[in-house]
C-alpha cells in the first residue's frame, strides 16, 4: 500500500529538514508540547483519570497518570498497561500523551499507567529505564487499589517508549521482577545501528529523520555512547539472549526507518521461543499514535492493538 493520502499531506506542510537540524533538543522539545496534540484529534472521554505517584529508588517522586476505560466499574479487575510515551528519550510529557493514553485505554479495555519517566539528556541511561521499572514495581504491588489483575500486567511503549518497554521486560526478567503478561511494542526504537534498508529508504522526509534518531541516541547515551551500544538493556537489539521474556506484540509502521529494526527484534524474539506477532502498518508513519486528528487511518494503530492484546488478556 502506499503512503496514506492524508499523512502524505501532512509531510508536505512541514518544514524541510535543513530547519530542524538547526533547533536545539529544547526547541524541540517546547515545540512537541503543543504541536503534537494539534495533530491528535479530540481527547476521548475514560471512566477516571488519576494523577498517582511513584517513589524511585534514588526518592525522585515519578508521576504516575491512570486512566480507566470508558464502562469501567470500580472493584471490576482489568488487564493493565504500564505505558512509556515516546519522543526519543529527551521530549514529550504526560500532557503530551493524554489524549493517546485516553484512547489506548478504550480501545483496549486496560486501565493504562502512563509514567512521566526523566528525560535525557539531564537524566541519561539507566535513569528513564530504571524510572520506569520502578512504576512496574508499584503498579504490580498497587494492582489491588488500582483495579489491575496482576497476572494481566502489560508493559508498553511507542518509540523510545518501545525501547523503554522491551528493556523493562529485560530487566524484570533478569531481576526476577514483576511477572509481565505480555510486551507492546509500538514502532520500537532498538538499534542506535542506522544501516538498514529502511533507514536508507525512509531517513529523511517521513517525518521520522535518520538525523533526529541518531541525536536522540546521542542524548539518552551521551559521551558513554560507545559503550552503552553494546548494553543489551540500552539497546535491546543488542542483547545476546532473548529467552524467556513475555509474549510480544510488535507493530511496525511501513514508511518509517525504524520499521526493519522492529522486525529483526520480532524474528529473533520468535528464535528464540517468545511467543511474538509483528505487523507492519500499511501507509503509516513513525509516531502515527499521535496522528488520527489529521490522518483518520491512523487509528490502525489503536485497533490493532487492542485486537492483540484483547486475544491474549
Not at 18 to 35: D, K, M, N, P, Y
Not at 240 to 246: S, T, V
Amino acid at each position: 500500500m502506499s503512503l496514506d493520502p492524508d499523512i502524505a499531506t501532512f509531510l508536505a506542510t512541514l518544514p524541510p529538514p535543513e530547519a530542524v537540524a538547526g533547533w536545539s533538543l529544547l526547541q524541540i522539545r517546547q515545540a512537541s508540547e503543543t504541536a503534537l496534540p494539534a495533530l491528535q484529534g479530540p481527547a476521548e472521554v475514560v471512566a477516571a483519570v488519576r494523577e498517582m505517584a511513584v517513589v524511585a529508588r534514588d526518592g525522585h517522586r515519578i508521576a504516575v497518570r491512570v486512566y480507566w476505560p470508558r464502562g469501567h466499574r470500580p472493584g471490576h479487575a482489568r488487564p493493565g498497561l504500564l505505558f512509556a510515551h515516546g519522543g526519543g528519550w529527551f521530549q514529550c510529557s504526560l500532557a503530551v500523551y493524554d489524549a493517546p493514553c485516553r484512547a489506548l485505554a478504550n480501545a483496549t479495555g486496560c486501565v493504562v499507567l502512563a509514567v512521566d519517566y526523566r528525560l535525557a539528556p539531564e537524566h541519561r541511561f539507566p535513569v528513564p529505564l530504571e524510572d520506569v521499572y520502578d512504576a512496574l514495581c508499584w503498579s504490580h504491588a498497587q494492582a489491588a487499589t488500582l483495579d489491575i489483575d496482576p497476572a494481566r500486567l502489560m508493559v508498553g511503549g511507542d518509540s523510545a517508549g518501545g525501547n523503554l518497554a522491551a528493556a523493562v521486560a529485560l530487566l524484570a526478567r533478569d531481576r526476577h521482577g514483576p511477572p509481565i503478561h505480555h510486551q507492546l511494542l509500538l514502532y520500537p526504537a532498538l538499534d542506535t545501528a542506522t544501516d538498514t534498508d529502511s533507514h536508507r529508504r525512509f531517513g529523511e522526509g517521513y517525518y521520522l529523520s535518520t538525523a533526529l534518531m541518531q541525536r536522540c541516541w546521542a542524548a539518552y547515551l551521551g559521551d558513554a555512547m560507545a559503550r552503552d551500544a553494546a548494553d543489551g538493556l540500552a539497546v535491546p537489539a543488542r542483547t545476546a539472549d532473548l529467552r524467556g521474556l513475555p509474549p510480544a506484540s510488535v507493530l511496525v509502521c511501513a514508511y518509517d526507518p525504524l520499521r526493519d529494526e522492529g522486525e529483526h527484534y520480532a524474528l529473533r524474539l520468535q528464535q528464540a521461543g517468545v511467543p511474538v506477532h509483528c505487523e507492519r502498518l500499511p501507509g503509516m508513519v513513525h509516531a502515527c499514535l499521535h496522528l488520527p486528528g489529521i490522518a483518520p487511518a491512523a487509528r490502525i494503530v489503536l485497533e490493532r492493538s487492542a485486537a492483540l492484546l484483547a486475544a491474549v488478556a
